[in-house]
């Protein structure tokens, strides 16, 4: 609830602080003693669009600050959460404005946007005058005000999550949709790339194997020469394989006239024979491999240059090749399932469709069960508040399948009739001032349990009423305030007697510019504002008496 309100230099306000506290609050005051400047200001601190003409004469700027005690799960804190600033108590609202119009708004101290200050304050109070045009008059609120006072929470989350659902599976189902029609203009191409590289038959590695492979073939009689060469030096008529044999056998056969002497010799003779001969093997290996076909030659440099065309065509490198064609053909039957798919994913999205329009006609009916309640609790209220003539009427409007949505597929709207046989048109369009707020307060007092906020502010909601009417004001003002904290302009003495407390705005000359100021009433101050409200100008003992009668009346 709003705990305190300080005001600087807001058009006939130079410095006013005013105390709040629980239950309901009376403004009372002459004509034009600035009841609405305080309006304005309370206004100004929860967001209302500035202008210059707010700033006091001669003064830079003003400034209006609100503080609220409100509870650790109150939406304010959850608004503030998102845009990264912490939770603190008192919860205080500040807005500046310049000379020239300029406007800056904080909360708790921290600079944020007039918009976000809007989105906060509307959280906290609720302001119905004869101009107002949020909370209950914005149409936007009417469908979740209805939900709320139905109880349609549970079917609501439901159409909402059904909602959800259908629409993700349309977007799957337009995402295959238009795979599945790129597929009838890719999927010639990527066939005939397919069809190319599984020809092809790309290996990873094997543009590395075939250079060498020509370069082997290449030079391959030139090899085949020289191996020839180096075989006839090892093994041939005059090789060293001959060589080694002719002295193994001289030195053997003087092993045992020289003892041990020559068994090194001899043992290395052997093992430079046995070297040889696996040399002279291996060379022959290698000669026997090579093929000197030149129409080898060819198929090697034929298959180097269809890789490499390849690897140019798609942009890859040669050893790539292999890798592409596993995913040129994933894709490209990933394309010819696409139809199938197609067809399977619009046969879910109906379904979800259908479980949608279940769970929204649901909501449809409880909505229209809680409307009947709603107009018949509303109308019970009205005729006691001297709109007997009115009517009102909860307008469910079924929207064509484009228009369904999360919330539904209804449109909600608050309308009224103020005379017999009009048609029913927005609270906003249709009310007069007067009759306006007295609707607001008929809403109020009806949706009270279902749609509580902190603070109500209600700007001469006794417009025009008297006597009983006037009392009936007030004794729903009073039912409002044992919920919440009330906070009610008024110019009827019936509506100020019942107040829990009671505020006179003055003005005062101070100067050249006249200043408005509150008092807070005791007691027998308040009975003699009371009285004057009676009697007007002149006070009298019956004034007096009367005025003790209301609120001795008022308090019972």
């Known amino acids: 609830m709003l705990t305190r309100l300080d005001i600087r230099d807001v058009v006939l306000i130079d410095r006013l602080e005013i105390e709040a506290r629980e239950g309901l609050a009376v403004l009372t005051g002459e004509t034009g003693a600035g009841k609405s400047i305080l309006l304005d200001a309370l206004g100004l601190a929860l967001g209302a669009r500035s202008e210059a003409g707010l700033v006091r004469a001669g003064a830079a700027q003003a400034t209006v600050s609100a503080a609220f005690e409100i509870g650790d799960d109150h939406p304010a804190f959850a608004l503030m959460a998102e845009s990264g600033l912490p939770a603190e108590q008192p919860l205080v609202l500040r807005r500046a404005v310049s000379a020239d119009g300029k406007s800056r708004a904080f909360i708790n101290d921290q600079p944020i946007s007039v918009g976000l200050l809007r989105r906060i304050g509307d959280t906290l109070v609720e302001i119905h005058g004869q101009f107002d045009q949020r909370g209950l008059l914005d149409p936007q609120t009417h469908r979740e005000i209805l939900d709320s006072f139905g109880g349609l929470g549970r079917e609501a989350r439901a159409a909402a999550e059904a909602h959800g659902a259908w629409r993700g599976a349309a977007d799957t189902l337009a995402t295959a949709e238009a795979d599945a029609a790129r597929a009838l203009s890719e999927e010639g191409i990527l066939a005939a790339s397919v069809e190319e590289l599984r020809h092809l038959d790309p290996k990873p590695g094997e543009e590395s194997a075939l250079a060498e492979e020509r370069t082997l073939l290449a030079n391959a009689g030139r090899l085949v020469e020289t191996i020839n060469a ?75 240059h269809a890789l490499r065309d390849a690897a140019r065509k798609h942009g890859v490198a040669v050893d790539a090749l292999a890798e592409l064609r596993a995913r040129l053909e994933t894709r490209l039957d990933a394309l010819r399932t696409a139809e199938s798919r197609v067809g399977d994913l619009t046969r879910a999205v109906e379904e979800a469709r259908k479980t949608y329009a279940a769970h929204a006609e649901d909501l449809s009916q409880g909505r229209a069960r809680a409307a009947k309640r709603l107009d018949k609790r509303v109308a019970a209220e009205l005729a006691p508040l001297k709109l007997d003539r009115a009517k009102f009427e909860t307008k469910i409007e079924p929207l064509a399948e484009p228009g369904w949505g999360v919330h539904g597929k209804d449109r909600v709207q608050f309308v009224v009739a103020t005379n017999p046989g009009a048609a029913p048109g927005p609270i906003a369009k249709i009310a007069s001032g007067g009759e306006l707020a007295r609707f607001m307060l008929a809403l109020k007092v009806v949706l009270a349990e279902t749609q509580p906020t902190a603070t109500l502010v209600f700007d001469e909601v006794d417009s025009g009423v008297g006597g009983a009417v006037a009392a009936a004001v007030g004794d729903r003002l009073k039912r409002l305030s044992r919920d ?33 100021r509150v008092e807070v009433l005791p007691k027998p101050a308040r009975r003699e504002e009371v009285a004057r409200m009676l009697a007007g100008a002149e006070i009298t003992d019956a004034a007096r008496a009367a005025a003790d009668a209301l609120i001795e009346g008022s308090q019972a």
């Open 484 to 516: 919440m904290q009330v906070l009610v302009v008024t110019h009827s003495p019936q509506v100020a007697a019942r107040g829990d407390h009671h505020w006179r705005v003055v003005k005062t000359p101070k100067g050249t510019v006249p200043t408005t």
């Open 230 to 304: 180096a075989l006839a030096d090892l093994v041939g008529e005059r090789g060293a394989e001959r060589a080694i044999g002719q002295a193994q056998r001289a030195l053997a056969r003087l092993q045992a006239q020289a003892g041990s002497r020559l068994d090194p010799a001899l043992a290395g003779l052997d093992r430079a024979a046995a070297e040889l001969s696996e040399a002279a093997r291996a060379l022959s290996s290698v000669g026997s491999a090579l093929d000197l076909d030149p129409s080898k030659l060819e198929e090697a440099d034929d298959r180097l």
